[in-house]
């Protein structure tokens, strides 16, 4: 069973950066397409970002120009990097991998608090 690992999530203030990173582990399988979601208080959860084992990234309007994603295969890791925080980005924060076999795996998320 894969097991996703999160780290880096604090609090910051408004206009501040926090990075986050996510370690795979027990990969049996190789891992194909990674990405970070949130989930707000009150909020479902959704997508932020994605990069394929490639370095294909894809980003949601919200944070396209504030936060990168990027991954390092050899550590079955991914990051992200998040920039100029805003009280809305307050959030608890998760990574997701998929494997070549298509299952999806979970971290178990990182709270980040952003103060105004």
């Known amino acids: 069973q894969v097991q996703l690992v999160e780290s880096g999530g604090g609090l910051v203030q408004a206009g501040g950066s926090l990075g986050l990173s996510c370690a795979a582990s027990?990969?049996?399988?190789?891992?194909?397409?990674m990405g970070w979601y949130r989930q707000g208080p009150g909020k479902q959860r959704e997508l932020l970002a994605t990069?394929?084992?490639?370095?294909?990234?894809v980003y949601a309007d919200s944070v396209k120009d504030r936060f990168t994603i990027s991954r390092d295969n050899a550590k079955n890791t991914v990051y992200l990097q998040m920039n100029n925080l805003k009280p809305e980005d307050t959030a608890v924060y998760y990574c997701?991998?998929?494997?070549?076999?298509?299952?999806?795996?979970w971290g178990q998320g990182t709270q980040v608090t952003v103060s105004s």
């Open positions: 027990r990969t049996t399988f190789r891992i194909n397409d």
């Open positions: 997701n991998a998929e494997s070549m076999h298509r299952e999806v795996y």
């Open positions: 990069i394929t084992r490639a370095g294909k990234t």
